[in-house]
């Protein structure tokens, strides 16, 4: 599956005791997936960040997808996105960055009510991700 996420600016909440806190919510978007499946991201998801002492960001997302045919997708996913300072300040400064420059990857979990797509419920997928000026791209893929 592809996730492509339009993300409003980072709010930086200032230090934490276990280090920086960021928000960035979620403005919309859309995926893909097999066997056709399509849909939009609903707005409002939120991805809590935790900037550790050595630069290293610890995400937390909660987000919504919503396939054509109206079938809700819940999605959780948590992991690391690790650059050099060089390449994290390219990448806070909207620049296009090469995602071989830097690590950006997550565990996901799919949950929904829709019986057509209830398989979601019990797989485990990871992602590799991609950030860009106003968006984030997740090429998710399941563990087999």
Do not use: C
């Amino acid at each position: 599956m592809t996730i492509d996420v339009r993300v409003q600016p980072v709010v930086d909440l200032a230090a934490f005791p276990l280090g920086g806190r960021r928000v960035v919510v979620f403005d919309g978007g859309s995926f893909q997936g097999r066997d056709g499946l399509r849909g939009t991201i609903a707005a409002g998801g939120v991805d809590w960040q935790l900037v550790r002492s050595d630069g290293v960001l610890e995400i937390d997302a909660h987000y919504l997808l919503l396939s054509d045919d109206d079938e809700p997708i819940e999605v959780r996913s948590t992991g690391l996105r690790k650059a050099s300072a060089a390449v994290a300040e390219r990448i806070a400064r909207g620049e296009p960055v090469d995602p071989s420059e830097y690590y950006f990857r997550t565990h996901v979990r799919l949950s929904t009510s829709s019986a057509r797509l209830a398989w979601m419920n019990d797989l485990l997928a990871v992602s590799t991700g991609e950030r860009r000026r106003d968006t984030v791209r997740l090429e998710v893929h399941e563990i087999t």
